[in-house]
């Protein structure tokens, strides 16, 4: 089984990185430049995980992550916050909203990969 993943991140650099790094792991991936965008391809295609940033346009990955946890229909979409903002407040932030997971950037491609494997029930 294919496993879908969003990124959602306005910056094409990780973006663009982010896609190939999974595509060639084997996920199906989503792509969203900011909040208002993300939300909607998450309502559209129910993804399994979505790479969520937290400094984007229109609505905040903050903004984004509380809205998917207040809505029953995507109850099962895990959310790993993948951003710069690693403060120990930012990080408290993100997951009392909901969040399953944080990580900062710069990241190691590996653990994100072994990460994003954990996140979907796939042995990595």
């Known amino acids: 089984m294919t496993h879908k ?15 190939y790094l999974l595509r060639r792991e084997g996920y199906e991936v ?26 984007m346009p229109g609505r905040t990955g ?6 998917v946890r207040a809505d029953p229909e995507l109850e099962g979409v ?15 932030k993100g997951l009392a909203l ?7 950037k710069p990241f190691s491609t590996r653990e994100l990969v072994q990460k994003v494997a954990e996140m979907v029930g796939r042995p990595s």
């Open 98 to 104: 909901g969040a399953d997971g944080y990580m900062t």
């Open 62 to 67: 903050f903004e984004v992550c509380q809205e």
């Open 5 to 19: 993943v969003l990124v959602a991140d306005d910056e094409p650099n990780i973006v663009v990185s982010l896609e």
């Open 30 to 55: 989503l792509l969203a430049a900011d909040g208002d965008e993300a939300l909607a391809t998450l309502r559209r295609e129910r993804p399994a995980l979505v790479l969520l940033d937290v400094m």
């Open 78 to 92: 895990r959310i790993l916050m993948l951003t710069a903002k690693g403060r120990d407040t930012d990080i408290s």
